[in-house]
């Protein structure tokens, strides 16, 4: 059986401006997106975050830490510090554990994320490409994954009503989702081709934003020089991935035509 998607858009998202980001780990939105989400909430626009895992299996930067709990409320804390330093209003977090995410409930997560964009209703939605992003990581495949198929499902009545059942929740159809993107790499630079860019953040206005959204993310530290190599660029770079097209190949602002 086919499943019905095309559902019908309330006009008052059609009215407000909101951006939602789902990423895998703490840090992943200071990576990719830091400059776009300041863009936008210096511009009144309301940002949103999902994140599937603490993070509790990565670095310490030589910060003390009795376990992995330890390392992921650690990192938890760092995401809200560095959120709040975009602008970024909301933050949800699943706390699946850091690596393992081809392994978690791929149904649960997928319900998580349905449910977060039914709560913030955004315009638009960003998220890794399916390559998992210049590290190719196996956490960033997933999210990819199963963003892209929330992006549909979130719209449809028929998934997961348990979360309209009680009339606080509706259905929600955002109108684009981009892909986390980039030129392509030289030969030899080991990172992956993603997806063509066809939007490009300016994200010189708010480097020193960006830097100190990263320093806050005081266990990660160690790898400031792979933030200053990928990160640090011109641009924030997106691609398209689904949803209402663009009206030119290279847009400049992800709102631009909705």
Same mark, same amino acid.
């Given at each position: 059986?086919?499943?019905?998607?095309?559902?019908?858009?309330?006009?008052?998202?059609?009215?407000?401006?909101?951006?939602?980001?789902?990423f =895998? +780990?703490? #840090?992943?939105?200071?990576? !990719?997106?830091a &400059? *776009?989400?300041?863009? /936008?909430?210096?511009?009144?626009?309301?940002?949103?975050?999902?994140?599937?895992?603490?993070?509790?299996?990565?670095?310490?930067?030589?910060?003390?830490?009795?376990?992995?709990?330890?390392?992921?409320?650690?990192?938890?804390?760092?995401l809200?510090?560095?959120?709040?330093i975009?602008?970024?209003?909301?933050?949800?977090?699943?706390?699946l554990?850091?690596?393992?995410?081809?392994?978690a409930?791929?149904?649960?997560?997928?319900?998580?994320?349905?449910?977060?964009?039914?709560?913030?209703r955004?315009?638009?939605?960003?998220?890794?490409?399916?390559?998992?992003?210049?590290? =190719? +990581?196996? #956490?960033?495949?997933?999210? !990819?994954?199963? &963003? *892209?198929?929330?992006? /549909?499902?979130?719209?449809?009545?028929?998934?997961?009503?348990?979360?309209?059942?009680?009339?606080?929740?509706?259905?929600?159809?955002?109108?684009?989702?981009?892909?986390?993107?980039?030129?392509?790499?030289?030969?030899?630079?080991g990172?992956?081709?993603?997806?063509?860019?066809?939007?490009?953040?300016?994200?010189?206005?708010?480097?020193?934003?960006?830097?100190?959204?990263?320093?806050?993310?005081?266990?990660?530290?160690?790898?400031?020089?792979?933030?200053?190599?990928?990160?640090?660029?011109?641009?924030?770079?997106?691609?398209?991935?689904?949803?209402?097209?663009?009206?030119?190949?290279?847009?400049?602002?992800?709102?631009?035509?909705?």
């Amino acid at each position: 059986m086919t499943l019905d998607i095309t559902v019908p858009v309330d006009i008052r998202d059609r009215e407000r401006r909101s951006l939602a980001c789902i990423f =895998a +780990h703490p #840090d992943d939105e200071t990576f !990719s997106s830091a &400059a *776009t989400l300041t863009h /936008y909430s210096r511009d009144g626009v309301d940002c949103s975050l999902f994140c599937a895992t603490d993070g509790d299996a990565g670095r310490s930067s030589g910060l003390p830490v009795a376990s992995r709990a330890d390392l992921g409320r650690l990192r938890r804390a760092e995401l809200h510090e560095a959120a709040a330093i975009l602008g970024v209003r909301s933050i949800q977090s699943a706390g699946l554990p850091d690596g393992e995410l081809p392994q978690a409930d791929a149904e649960s997560l997928l319900g998580d994320i349905v449910h977060f964009l039914r709560v913030h209703r955004p315009q638009v939605v960003v998220t890794f490409g399916p390559e998992g992003g210049p590290n =190719a +990581h196996r #956490d960033h495949r997933v999210i !990819s994954r199963l &963003a *892209t198929a929330a992006f /549909y499902l979130a719209g449809s009545p028929s998934e997961w009503p348990e979360q309209l059942d009680r009339g606080a929740l509706t259905i929600h159809s955002a109108r684009r989702l981009y892909y986390v993107s980039w030129e392509a790499p030289a030969p030899g630079d080991g990172v992956p081709h993603a997806v063509p860019l066809s939007a490009r953040i300016d994200a010189r206005p708010w480097h020193e934003t960006k830097r100190k959204a990263f320093a806050a993310h005081r266990t990660q530290l160690s790898l400031r020089e792979s933030f200053e190599k990928l990160a640090m660029g011109d641009t924030e770079d997106f691609a398209l991935a689904t949803g209402e097209p663009q009206r030119r190949s290279v847009i400049h602002d992800l709102f631009e035509g909705l």
